[in-house]
């Protein structure tokens, strides 16, 4: 059975700081990419962070580059999303994404983060 568990969020003050988990387990994650995505009351689900398989390669959306990065541990089939700077416009509850070497796309239940003062 495959499993995306985020952990981690919360309610943090505008230039707090927070860190995502998404424990990984079901499928090969060390094969696998991952993303982080985020949705907003009232908009799209938007892509915020990637990472390869290996960790080689990342990358971010431009609203968030510079104070997050993404991160992973294959021994602990873990990926992370290090979260700091927080604005108010960052809350969102916020999803693990994989995509597996088949082609396979998971999801996990999503981790609220509240960023207010």
């Known amino acids: 059975q495959v499993q995306l568990v985020e952990s981690g969020g919360g309610l943090v003050q505008p230039g707090g700081s927070l860190r995502l988990s998404c424990a990984a387990s079901?499928?090969?994650?060390?094969?696998?990419?991952m993303r982080w995505y985020r949705q907003a009351p009232g908009k799209e689900r938007e892509l915020v962070a990637h990472?390869?398989?290996?960790?080689?390669?990342?990358n971010y959306a431009d609203s968030v580059k510079g104070r997050f990065t993404i991160s992973r541990d294959n021994a602990k089939n873990t990926v992370y999303l290090q979260m700091n700077s927080l604005k108010p416009e960052d809350t969102a509850v916020y999803y693990c994404?994989?995509?597996?070497?088949?082609?396979?796309?998971?999801w996990g239940q999503g981790t609220q983060v509240t960023v207010s003062s």
């Open positions: 990472i390869t398989s290996t960790g080689g390669y990342s």
């Open positions: 994404y994989a995509l597996d070497a088949r082609g396979v796309r998971y």
């Open positions: 079901g499928f090969t994650f060390s094969s696998s990419t």
